[in-house]
């Protein structure tokens, strides 16, 4: 079960729109199923119509109102002339928070939300539970979401029957272990990725709002990470990351540590905005918890050289996002070498070979494997696709193995290997279009990475994250490789496709029905892992029976 919690004024307006048909027309059988005791004696679960949700709004605002109690909120925001930040307040009366299950979850009768919303609100610390008094509030069902997914709205006057204001202090952490509780209870399939550690930020209802009314088929935040782990993956330290930014079309800025100018702490990045709109920033861990500095930094060499370098170019675009110019270019200004390609694909198969000896429990070394894989796929979209494709998908589905918490996380081992030199040549190759043959062979070894992957996910108990995964690719990759070519042989021009092992070859060869060796054959299909035990790790780990 998913919370998402938004604050506000106006509870008349929310509650009629949550009584009207819905920005898609996808409201139905609007009606409550649990609230204040007054608010249900009168209004039932009858169907509301705009009279009946404007009184409920009414009844709802009546304390604060009665009292004259003023809620509000601080929030940081942007001067538009100078871009620098200053907290204001603003009015924050009304609590608003979603409850929504899995799409897979199906849905749940009337009785069921409405005890659901009654614990909710009780632990949340809304109700005469908190041994206060209580606020009033109201849950909403109005049918299923444009994905499928069922769900109730919950609208709270934060302002209680004797005139004191309620507490929303932590709510977004309380509201999360709240749900947890809940799925137990009342036997709802857990939110496995924060069983996991691998949550995904949410899209809030505004974002989704933006891009429909700009006719975008993603959301700012789901582009700019997409930009974000493309340029972090690609680049060898934080300065060519910052110059990689500003190819990528973005505004990117620092944070800087408290009094200091020339330590950065954060940055956030913003697409840059047309007519009279303004830009609206994103911090790194808003976009994923992989892509806060700090964790970026997990990946790039530190010594005082790239310090100093980097630090140079965050000065250069702190003055200025929108003029930014590069302090010192790098190889990023240039086209790569083709001969490239042959290199970089073999690191990738160096790193799957050291994969080997990486226990299924250490999910930092395999969140750096997810991450560089996704950020490779990322680079790939980047360059060829105009609008998010396969390759964007596959690269937000391999991301989230990458998120995990920050307490998880370690630094990439030096002897590890990398996907960099792949997700550099991926981003900045000079050809596009249907793709070129030393594509296809590096598409096999990212092919190979996401196997071992999904293959560390069920080794570590992980079943169903492996089998979303599998499910999620399957479609993603084979769509990529339609418009690749059929890997070179070793007597034409191309570079050869790196070897099997004799194991590898046998299990490929019995999953695509192949007869005899020496055949030409398509990319095997890359996401169709082999059946692989506990045991058979352990053998790989202490070298007795390679895969």
Known sequence: MIPNITRGTRVVGLMTYLAGEGRANEHTEQHLVAGDHAIMARHGYAVLDKAAAREIGIALDTPRLAYGVDVTRQVRIE???????????????????????????????????????????????????SGKAPCRWVSVRHGLSKNGND?????????????????????????????????????????????????????????????????????????????????????????????????GGVLIRPRYAAGRDDVVAGYSVALRPTGEDRPVWYGGGRLARDLTLPRLREGWPDSPQTAQTAVDEWRATSKNPWQYRPVAPGREESTPDPQLWEQYSRELGELRTRLREVPATDRATWAHVARETA?????????????????????????????????????????????????????????????????????????????????????????????????????????????????????????????????????????????????????????????????????????????
Not at 211 to 239: C, F, M
Not at 395 to 417: D, F, N
């Open 375 to 547: 950020g490779a796929f990322a680079a790939w979209s980047q360059r060829v696709e105009t609008t998010p494709g396969p390759l964007a998908e596959t690269a937000r589905e391999l991301s989230r193995s990458a998120h995990i918490r920050a307490h998880q996380s370690a630094p990439k081992p030096v002897r590890m290997g990398s996907a960099s030199g792949a997700a550099m040549i991926l981003l900045q190759a000079a050809t596009a279009g249907r793709g070129t043959a030393a594509e296809a062979i590096l598409f096999r070894q990212l092919g190979r990475l996401s196997v071992a992957l999904l293959d560390a996910h069920k080794a570590a108990g992980d079943a169903r994250r492996a089998e979303q995964m599998t499910e999620s690719l399957r479609g993603k990759l084979a769509a990529i490789q339609e418009r690749l070519p059929a890997i070179a042989t070793k007597d034409t021009a191309q570079p050869a496709a790196p070897a099997l092992t004799p194991e590898e070859e046998a299990v490929r060869r019995a999953q695509r029905g192949l007869a005899a060796p020496g055949t030409r054959s398509p990319l095997p299909n890359p996401i169709t892992p082999r059946k692989r035990s506990t045991s058979d790790t352990s053998r790989d780990r202490d070298g007795n029976g390679r895969e």
């Open 79 to 129: 001067d538009p002339q100078t871009g620098e930040l200053h907290t204001e307040r603003v009015p924050a009366d009304v609590w608003h928070c979603s409850l929504s299950l899995h799409a897979d979850e199906g849905q749940l009768s009337d009785e069921q939300w409405g005890t659901i919303a009654q614990q909710f609100v009780d632990r949340m610390g809304f109700t005469e539970e």
């Open 151 to 247: 769900h109730v709205h919950i609208a709270v006057s934060l302002v209680r029957e004797d005139g004191t204001k309620a507490t929303t202090h932590n709510d977004f952490k309380r509201a999360q272990d709240v749900c947890r509780d809940l799925e137990r209870e009342h036997s709802l399939t857990p939110l496995e990725s924060r069983q996991l550690g691998i949550g995904e930020r949410g899209v809030k209802p505004g974002e989704r709002e933006s891009a429909d009314r700009r006719g975008s088929v993603e959301v700012d935040a789901h582009r700019l990470e997409r930009t974000v782990r493309a340029a972090a993956i690609a680049s060898l330290d934080e300065g060519e990351f910052v110059r990689r930014m500003r190819r």
